[in-house]
């Protein structure tokens, strides 16, 4: 502990002491900067006994075990002396460090700026220095004319303190003495501690007798080099974190540490256990990283019939919807039950940006899952298995593809037409994240078999018109269908409208 180092020595612990009627003063002056001092006042004609100076006491359960003072010692007149000592509990014992009476005598430990001392024994819990007249029969505190008859400065004092007792640690609480197991990620413990010396001045995790973490407490004096008694708090509570990922995987025994101001006095709470998993739990019953996951589509079928097979790529007509279904086993064809899955989906246009879909999927007990999903635009379908609840990684995934065909309405401006007369065929593109200029076909039925004869670009709203001229020869009812071919850009595959007859007589 270092004293008069800005703050004023009585922060440090020091007190003025003054004894008898000699007239004396103390100055603390450390905060100017300057020293703290202890004087008896000169030009006494008949000086009285006396004596002034600073005493220090230690804390509670510290004594101390050494000194550095830097000081400046005066004796200007017989029968004045100087002594600085040590007393052991409860003024017990008490012993000179240095000690003169007299100018000669005191003429060595004037021309010294500084004494360092180192406790000899046990239990010194008082240190004090003064200047003192004690007037003998044979040696009587002589008069003199100068102002200051004794006096001592001290502009550094540097206290060693001994403390041997430990921090009591209370029973640690939080997430990680009380969390499910195995843990993962980041979880909190909080506790208290108290200590009688110095203080708390640190915490810390301690994991199968390593330390894994310390952290100091937030206290302004509890840092090095101290300047009070008793810099750090009495009593401190930290909560601190701990991250699984530190540890290898598996079972630990934790305990929480308090560090006093000595740096050597540790306090421990009582252990507790704690299983780790930097990944996590392990992800359904018969889970793990060996895995195989199936998932294969089909549509819905209609009321009264019969539900189509499944596959991995699926035709769909437009707004239809679809069935994802699947299977997840281990390695020895055991079925994973109760396991979380993830789907996702991605629009099938170019290369796939995929998304999480905000569904709750879970195997049942046979490790069979099912998920019902909306009609849509063309799209993949993808579903993982993640091993563990820490996992960023899938362990196994399936996907499939959905395919819908395009929607297209067609009408012709004219049913009946002369030979050589003229329709029109107007309509919609119908369906999500459409393009402008999707290509549309006018086709017309020859046989058994649709020829495309005209070819129209649909605005960016979807609406298209077509015209077509019949020639002088034609004759009959002829059939007509607008086509959309899989368009780049735009989700859907080939559809095609309803047939329209236009008669030409």
């Known amino acids: 502990m270092t004293t008069c180092a800005g703050q004023p020595a009585a922060l440090g612990g020091w007190a003025a002491l003054v004894a008898n009627t000699h007239p004396a003063t103390t100055a603390d002056r450390c905060q100017l900067p300057g020293p703290f001092a202890a ?13 002034v100076g600073w005493a220090i006491e230690a804390p509670p359960a510290t004594s101390f075990g050494g000194l550095v003072l830097a000081r400046k010692v005066a004796v200007a007149a017989g029968g004045y002396g100087y002594q600085l000592r040590e007393t052991g509990a409860a003024g017990r014992n008490p012993l000179d460090i240095e000690a003169c009476t007299g100018p000669v005598a005191c003429a060595p430990i004037s021309r010294q700026t500084a004494i360092s001392w180192r406790a000899a024994r046990a239990g010194v819990t008082r240190l004090d220095f003064r200047v003192f007249c004690r007037p003998t029969p044979e040696v009587p505190c002589a008069a003199n004319t100068l102002g200051e008859a ?15 007792s430990l921090p009591l640690v209370s029973a640690p609480t939080g997430s990680l003495v009380s969390g499910p197991q195995p843990m993962t990620g980041v979880r909190e413990v909080t506790a208290s501690a108290a200590d009688r010396g ?28 101290y300047r009070f008694p008793m810099p750090c708090p009495g009593t401190a509570t930290a909560t601190l974190a701990f991250n699984a990922a530190s540890v290898p995987d598996g079972p630990h025994t934790v305990r929480v540490f308090a560090r006093d101001a000595t740096r050597a006095n540790v306090g421990h709470s009582a252990p507790f256990s704690v299983v780790t998993s930097a990944r996590g739990a392990i992800n359904g ?32 007509r437009f707004g239809g919807r679809s069935v994802v279904s699947g299977l997840l086993r281990d390695s020895a064809g055991r079925p994973v039950g109760n396991a979380r899955l993830v789907v996702a989906s991605a629009v099938d246009r170019g290369v796939p ?16 899952f099912v998920l019902r999903l909306p009609g849509g635009p063309s799209r993949r379908v993808r579903v993982s298995y993640f091993a563990r609840a820490a996992d960023t990684q899938p362990t196994a995934r399936s996907e499939v593809r959905l395919k819908v065909a395009a929607k297209v309405t067609a009408r012709a401006t004219r049913r009946r037409v002369r030979r050589g007369g ?18 549309v076909e006018l086709q017309a039925r020859q046989g058994r078999r649709w020829r495309t004869i005209k070819t129209a ?21 002829f059939a007509f269908r607008v086509r959309v071919r899989h368009f780049p850009r735009f989700p859907y595959f080939v559809g095609a409208s309803p047939s329209i007859r236009v008669r030409v007589r």
């Open 39 to 51: 004087v008896l006042t000169g030009r006494q004609p008949a000086p009285s006994p006396g004596e």
């Open 150 to 164: 004794a006096s001592v400065r001290v502009t550094a004092a540097n206290v060693i303190l001994r403390d041997l």
């Open 198 to 225: 110095g203080g708390v001045a640190s915490f810390g995790l301690e994991v199968d007798g390593q330390v894994v973490g310390e952290q100091p407490v937030a206290a302004t004096n509890c840092r090095e080099p």
């Open 285 to 316: 019953t018969n889970g793990g990283d060996n895995v195989a996951l199936d998932a294969r589509a089909r549509p819905i079928a209609r009321r009264g019939r019969k539900a189509p097979r499944t596959r991995k790529t699926v035709e769909l």
């Open 353 to 368: 940006v995929w998304q999480d879909l905000p569904v709750p999927l879970s195997t049942g007990v046979d490790g069979r």
């Open 422 to 439: 003229r329709t029109a065929f107007s309509g919609r593109v119908l369906g999500e994240l459409r393009p402008p200029g999707v290509r």
């Open 457 to 477: 670009d649909a605005a960016a709203d979807g609406r298209y018109r077509v015209a077509y001229r019949f020639t002088r020869r034609a004759r009959g009812s």
